[in-house]
């Protein structure tokens, strides 16, 4: 389940691509192509604290009220970390791009902004993923990632062709917002958590 889950997380990210190209044309993979590097190295960050909480999870995962207690916590550093990449991200895609690559890929700007806010969803998704994965709940997090895969994909089909790189982009959006939604809700129902958002500490983040 693991494997597949994994797979399936892969192919959320490279299958734009392949759309891209089969769509629209290669040219325009390399402009959608360059963003999406930029954007996976961002999510890397997410991906190791996710991945830190899960031996945390595995030993308290019969312990409701700590691994709740974990779960917000998380949730609060993550923002804590994410919002300033997220913020400074959109300011700055331009230049980001200019810089990296060159004024030729300028063309590309709007569809990078659309995947800088696709990462948002994914630093919270990344904790809930961990924990329906170390409380043995590997099922939920494939059907989620399958689902999300299926909507990403039929939102290709419908936006590339009108919206070109930047309809691939907000269909990865969508797809990740989707995503996250599904474990916010098998989390809450799974794991019997009420509320993963604390306004005191949405608060302390917004003001740190």
């Known amino acids: 389940m693991l494997i597949l889950s994994s797979f399936f997380v892969l192919a959320l990210t490279s299958v734009d691509t392949l759309m891209i190209k089969w769509l629209i044309g290669s040219s325009a993979v390399g402009f959608y192509h360059s963003g999406l590097k930029l954007t996976e190295t961002i999510l890397i960050i997410p991906a190791i604290l996710g991945m830190s909480i899960f031996p945390f999870v595995s030993k308290f995962q019969n312990d409701q009220q700590r691994l709740y207690k974990i779960s917000k916590e998380s949730i609060a550093i993550k923002s804590l970390i994410g919002l300033p990449i997220l ?59 399958a689902i999300a895969f299926g909507i990403n994909i039929t939102l290709n089909l419908l936006l590339i062709p009108k919206f070109g790189i930047t309809g691939a982009a907000i269909g990865t959006l969508i797809g990740r917002l989707i995503l996250l939604c599904l474990a916010i809700y098998h989390a809450k129902k799974q794991l019997l958590f009420k509320t993963l958002f604390e306004t005191r500490l949405l608060i302390y983040v917004l003001f740190s």
């Not at 400074?88 to 990078?112: D, Q």
């Open 87 to 145: 913020c400074g991200g959109l300011l700055l895609a331009e230049p980001i791009l200019v810089m990296v690559y060159s004024k030729l890929f300028t063309s590309g700007v709007v569809a990078f902004k659309f995947l800088i806010l696709g990462t948002a969803p994914l630093f919270i998704t990344y904790i809930l993923n961990n924990i329906l994965l170390a409380t043995n709940h590997e099922k939920i997090c494939v059907q989620n990632t």
